[in-house]
């Protein structure tokens, strides 16, 4: 490591932001968080209880997470010490560059900052920042709850310095994470646009009453989801090429797999209007839109948020502990 990390300040409470700040808690640092709701003691303690079972399965020594984690009356006391700065605020890039503005004048020249923007370069809300500042600042977007899921992505701005983007795979990999930089900035990133390709094709598959979506999750559950909790799409793809590999894949079905990524469909709310598209039209479509969404509500609106939350994390700990399982015995 380029160097000690002890102190972070977590911008921004809410589930992101929570489930960042356990864990770093049980990576032995010094958390300080920051954020304006009025029940954020009340929060902080019930994700502390809630997500240190999670960790504590993962190895991780959770006695006195909580004495570790403390509530900083605003933004100015968070990072005041702060080795690293963890923004977690609404995904507005006005809202950010106001943010970063103070982030940058508040918190230590040494600190990394870093936001978890979800699809926000970091370019769009650092032009105000000088050079030096701006040198600190970069993505590091991670996936739904981040104490959990490994990845985080590492997106320098155009002006990030070569030092941050090196500090911040040292930070990630230091707290148990897996860093991938990306090295040049596009909205969204690589992963939510990875989901959203994904997304967009099981909005119309439902539009079009192929499936349902309670048998589309089935589907990917229960075959890519597998496939690629070990495998990702393009060495999927030259393991099902057999030992010709990739190379033989293509030669055999790419013809046939073009024709069908020509006829992948747009569902109709991701459907581009022009302003002389008339109401009925606009009628239609807002229909359209309403019926996927009740038709995902009666899949899965009989559970509550944190019965189907408890149900998900559980088993990404079953993944997770069935591929370190995996490692070992291959190591």
């Known amino acids: 490591m380029t160097r000690a990390f002890r102190t972070a300040a977590v911008i921004g409470a809410g589930t992101i932001g929570l489930s960042w700040a356990t864990l770093f808690a049980a990576h032995g640092l010094t958390v300080r968080v920051s954020d304006p709701r009025p029940d954020l003691a009340e929060a902080v303690d019930e994700a502390l209880a809630a997500y240190a079972p999670h960790l504590a399965a993962r190895g991780l020594d959770v006695t006195g997470l909580a004495g570790r984690v403390h509530l900083a009356a605003d933004v100015t006391e968070a990072v005041r010490d702060a080795d690293v700065v963890q923004e977690n605020g609404p995904e507005r890039a006005g809202f950010k560059k106001d943010l970063f503005a103070a982030l940058a004048r508040e918190a230590p020249a040494h600190a990394l900052l870093l936001s978890s923007s979800s699809a926000i370069p970091s370019t769009a809300f ?129 013809r046939s797999m073009q024709r069908t990524g020509a006829g992948l469909g747009t569902p109709s709310h991701a459907k581009e209007q022009d302003m002389e598209q008339d109401k009925e039209q606009d009628k239609e479509q807002e229909e359209a839109q309403e019926r996927l969404i009740e038709a995902v509500e009666k899949a899965y609106g009989s559970s509550t948020y944190s019965e189907l939350t408890g149900t998900r994390d559980r088993r990404q700990l079953a993944v997770l502990a069935a591929l370190d399982s995996a490692d070992k015995e291959e190591n």
Request: overall charge negative; aromatic content about 6%; hydrophobic content about 40%.
């Open 126 to 254: 650092t032009g105000q920042l000088s050079d030096e500042d701006a040198a600190r600042v970069l993505i590091g977007h991670p996936f739904n709850p981040p104490h959990l899921v490994p990845l985080v992505e590492v997106v320098p701005g155009e002006r990030t310095g070569e030092d941050a983007v090196l500090d911040a795979v040292d930070f990630y990999t230091s707290v148990g994470r897996t860093p991938v930089v990306e090295r040049k900035e596009i909205p969204g990133f690589v992963g939510n646009r990875l989901q959203n390709a994904l997304s967009r094709e099981a909005a119309y598959l439902v539009q079009e009453g192929v499936v349902t979506p309670e048998d589309l999750d089935k589907v990917v559950i229960n075959s890519l989801g597998l496939r690629w909790a070990t495998v990702g799409p393009f060495l999927g793809a030259h393991l099902g090429g057999g030992p010709g590999g990739y190379r033989h894949l293509v030669e055999h079905i790419g």
